[in-house]
């Protein structure tokens, strides 16, 4: 063993990012039936909130890219959003068994119905997306739906689902520290590039830049409470990792769990699998836990 190598032979446990969207559009019925079949250990989602206070499975807060709609989706009720095609973007056939068209886009109780039925243990990582027009009534919304679906919060248990939360504001995690167990809670932390937020975001100089500011302030403020320790996981995305190794070997060796996403390249399973990294979050959980299957398995 090198010294950059893990001292425990265990495998990284292997969450769906948005279920197994490699395959399927992500967030659907379809791509977490798929992620479930390819044996992942846990699966990843997002989360907003409708006009009608929904939580509801989207990565972005407006619909353009992952439907036939247009506009935010806070603006529009669930019974609005359930109309709308989330599948077809992606120009996958689902499979009968999957489900229908109609029936692909999901809320959060519709997540855990999916999960319940998994038939083993499984992980559950929600990340609320922020800014949030309804602010941190996201956090307080999806934790009385959990509630009510029989989650214990000193456990994070719900039935065989293991459920953890995440996010990139530290405003978000701070709130979730004071209900959920720091052994629950990751903090999400990636380097922020000025010229790929005006790119995405279609902004201007001046925005951009002091947009970015916000968001550097914010991954100090992230950083911050990793070294503290305050938060129990560490999430860093794989771009951070490559260039931030040392800094993700400190939080593992003060004892901090580091989820990383989103690994998608053979390269990137093995860089992780060295570190010592304990969670993988990947668009293609079958091919990951295949390589990692193969290199668990001792020479002949």
């Given at each position: 063993?090198?010294?950059?190598?893990?001292?425990?032979?265990?495998?990284?446990?292997?969450?769906?990012h948005r279920g197994s969207s490699g395959t399927f559009a992500e967030h659907t019925r379809a791509a977490y039936l798929q992620a479930i079949a390819d044996g992942a250990d846990g699966v990843?989602?997002?989360?907003?909130?409708?006009?009608?206070?929904?939580?509801?499975?989207?990565?972005?807060?407006?619909?353009?890219?992952?439907?036939?709609?247009?506009?935010?989706?806070?603006?529009?009720?669930?019974?609005?959003?359930?109309?709308?095609?989330?599948?077809?973007?992606?120009?996958?056939?689902?499979?009968e068994a999957y489900g229908a068209k109609s029936g692909q886009f999901l809320t959060l109780p519709d997540l855990l119905d999916i999960l319940r039925a998994a038939g083993r243990g499984i992980?559950?990582?929600?990340?609320?997306?922020?800014?949030?027009?309804?602010?941190?009534?996201?956090?307080?919304?999806?934790?009385?739906?959990?509630?009510?679906?029989?989650?214990?919060?000193?456990?994070?248990?719900?039935?065989?689902?293991?459920?953890?939360?995440?996010?990139?504001?530290?405003?978000?995690?701070?709130?979730?520290?004071?209900?959920?167990?720091?052994?629950?809670?990751?903090?999400?932390?990636?380097?922020?590039?000025?010229?790929?937020?005006?790119?995405?975001?279609?902004?201007?100089?001046?925005?951009?830049?002091?947009?970015?500011?916000?968001?550097?302030?914010?991954?100090?403020?992230?950083?911050?409470?990793?070294?503290?320790?305050?938060?129990?996981?560490?999430?860093?995305?794989?771009?951070?990792?490559?260039?931030?190794?040392?800094?993700?070997?400190?939080?593992?060796?003060?004892?901090?769990?580091?989820?990383?996403?989103?690994?998608?390249?053979?390269?990137?399973?093995?860089?992780?699998?060295?570190l010592g990294i304990q969670e993988i979050t990947t668009n293609w959980p079958a091919q990951v836990l295949s390589q990692l299957m193969a290199d668990s398995r001792p020479p002949r």
């Amino acid at each position: 063993m090198t010294t950059d190598e893990p001292a425990a032979a265990a495998r990284p446990l292997v969450y769906a990012h948005r279920g197994s969207s490699g395959t399927f559009a992500e967030h659907t019925r379809a791509a977490y039936l798929q992620a479930i079949a390819d044996g992942a250990d846990g699966v990843e989602c997002d989360v907003h909130l409708t006009r009608d206070q929904h939580v509801v499975l989207l990565h972005d807060a407006t619909l353009d890219r992952t439907s036939d709609g247009t506009g935010q989706v806070a603006d529009r009720t669930l019974q609005e959003l359930q109309e709308l095609d989330f599948s077809s973007w992606k120009g996958a056939r689902i499979p009968e068994a999957y489900g229908a068209k109609s029936g692909q886009f999901l809320t959060l109780p519709d997540l855990l119905d999916i999960l319940r039925a998994a038939g083993r243990g499984i992980g559950l990582a929600i990340e609320f997306k922020h800014p949030s027009p309804y602010q941190l009534r996201l956090e307080d919304r999806a934790l009385e739906v959990l509630r009510v679906e029989g989650w214990d919060p000193r456990t994070s248990m719900l039935e065989n689902i293991t459920v953890s939360f995440m996010s990139f504001s530290p405003d978000s995690v701070k709130h979730l520290l004071e209900s959920v167990p720091a052994a629950a809670v990751c903090q999400l932390v990636d380097d922020v590039n000025v010229a790929d937020i005006r790119e995405e975001l279609g902004l201007g100089a001046l925005t951009g830049g002091a947009l970015a500011n916000v968001m550097k302030a914010a991954q100090a403020e992230g950083e911050r409470i990793l070294a503290a320790a305050e938060a129990g996981i560490a999430g860093p995305g794989i771009g951070y990792v490559r260039t931030h190794a040392p800094a993700v070997q400190r939080w593992l060796a003060s004892g901090l769990r580091c989820r990383v996403w989103t690994v998608d390249t053979e390269d990137d399973v093995e860089r992780c699998r060295k570190l010592g990294i304990q969670e993988i979050t990947t668009n293609w959980p079958a091919q990951v836990l295949s390589q990692l299957m193969a290199d668990s398995r001792p020479p002949r």
